[in-house]
Structure formats: C-alpha cells, structure tokens
C-alpha cells in the first residue's frame, strides 16, 4: 500500500456576501501557515476564454440561452480538472471559492421545467469530488445588512432566496455527504476558527493516501 499523503480538496459555498471570499483567503493564508502547500481557485475562473464569455454573461454585457451558459460554467470547472488532480497528486491542497454546487443550484433556480436539479447536475459528472464542502449559510435579511447587490446577474432578492432553498435541497441528496453547514452571519473571526476546526477534523479522518474520488451518477 502507497504511505503517499495526497492533498486535501475544499470548496467553500454559498450565497452572495455570505464571506466566501473573505474566507477562501483567510482558509488559505492559516493552511499555509500550518506548513500546507495551497492552490487558490475560485470558479467562475473568468481569466479563460470561456471565463470571459461568462464574466460578460454576468455583467450583462452578452445573452446566453440558459442550457448554454450552464455548460459554459460547468466548462470553466472542467478545463481546471486536470491541474486540480495534479495539484493534490503532489500533495498540494486545493481551496475553491464555489464550485458544482454554485453551478447547479443557480441554474436550477431559474425554475424552468427542462433544467431541473438532476439536469444541472449530470455535466458535472465525473469531475474532482470535493473531501468537504463548506456551506456558508446567512439569511436574507443578515445579507442585507452587508451592503446593496451589485449589478451582476443573479443578484436579486428571489433569486436568492430560491439559491438558499435549492442548496438546502441539494444537501438531502447524495452529494450532502461532504457538505457542512457553517453558520455565516456572525463575526468574520468565529466563522473563520470555526471553518479551520472542520477542515482540521476532516483532514485527520479522511485517508489521504487513497486517491481523490469523482462525482459520482445519481
Ligand atoms: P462573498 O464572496 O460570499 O460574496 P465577501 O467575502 O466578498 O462575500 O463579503 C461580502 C461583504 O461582507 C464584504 O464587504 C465583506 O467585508 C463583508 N463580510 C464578510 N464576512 C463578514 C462577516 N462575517 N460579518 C460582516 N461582514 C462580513
Ligand atoms: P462570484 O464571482 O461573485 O462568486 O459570482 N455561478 C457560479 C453560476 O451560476 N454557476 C456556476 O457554476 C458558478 C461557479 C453564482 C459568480 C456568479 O456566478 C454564479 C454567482
Ligand atoms: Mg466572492
């Protein structure tokens, strides 16, 4: 049996202003300092090409049918899915901001009929399954105080409320598994003591010297 400890692979999730951000970088920063090698990510990585086509998308500034941009996001995850493997291969530890979570519970939320949940779902099969999610959860109302929306796509109340109820759907099916509610709407410090005691826990019960998992078919 291989004693090779591969890297770790963390994604951060939720709503818009509930810190993700702020925490990827926090994550990363007190990894580092433990002695961790750290890949920042974050998705949508709007430096390719396709990014661009999603950043303009997202300011308003092109249309794209519906069934078309969701493959283009979940296009942007899968041109990174070789270097993420590689990365935790050499025992780096990758940390995303969002992820396929992001990716199908914002498309799903647009509540048409042929792009449901499952459907959203099905591109991502098959791409580097995350070993903890980190969920930040913060109501409507705690978000609100945190400044206006930006002008960007998806950012309006319904919208958003629909995304908070979709990500708690999500979590009852098989995907919950690796994905952790943390309570957002308190001080940026205890959601970040709080983040690195998870991931501290996970990372000394999960087998590091078996390979990374795929996502799995439902
Ligand atoms: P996201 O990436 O989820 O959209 P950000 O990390 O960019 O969120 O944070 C959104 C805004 O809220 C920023 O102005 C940030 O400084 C502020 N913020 C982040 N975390 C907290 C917190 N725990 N309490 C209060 N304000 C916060
Ligand atoms: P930020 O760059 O501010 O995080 O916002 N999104 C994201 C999708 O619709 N599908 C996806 O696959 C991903 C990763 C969420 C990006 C916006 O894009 C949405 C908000
Ligand atoms: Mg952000």
């Known amino acids: 049996m291989s004693t090779h400890r591969r890297g770790a692979f963390i994604v951060i999730e939720g709503l818009d202003r509930a810190g993700k951000s702020t925490q990827h970088a926090r994550l990363c920063q ?3 300092n433990q002695g961790h090698r750290v890949k920042r990510m974050r998705f949508p990585d709007r430096t390719t ?3 661009r086509s999603i950043d303009a ?11 078309v941009i969701h493959l283009l996001f979940s296009a942007n995850r899968w041109e990174t899915a070789a ?3 590689t990365a935790i291969e050499e025992g780096t530890t990758v940390v995303t901001d969002r992820y396929y979570c992001s990716g199908i519970v914002y498309s799903a939320a647009k509540g048409r009929d042929d792009l449901s949940l499952k459907w959203a ?3 991502e099969v098959g791409l580097p399954r995350p070993d903890l999610c980190l969920f930040l959860d913060i109501t409507p109302e705690a978000v609100a ?3 206006g929306f930006g002008n960007e796509k998806y950012e309006t109340s319904a919208m958003q409320k629909r995304v908070r109820e979709l ?5 009852q099916l098989p995907d919950g598994q690796e994905i ?3 309570d957002a709407g308190r001080g940026i410090e205890d959601v970040e003591r709080d983040i690195m005691e998870r991931v501290l826990r996970m990372m000394a019960q999960t087998k590091m010297t078996e390979g990374l998992e795929s996502i799995l078919p439902w």
């Open 30 to 32: 007190n990894l580092e």
């Open 145 to 147: 105080k945190r400044g």
């Open 83 to 85: 270097s993420i493997r």
């Open 57 to 67: 998308y997202l300011k308003g500034e092109s249309q794209q049918e519906d069934h």
């Open 121 to 123: 779902r099905e591109p």
């Open 49 to 51: 090409p396709i990014g």
């Open 167 to 171: 990500f708690y759907e999500l979590m």
């Open 180 to 182: 952790k509610v943390i």
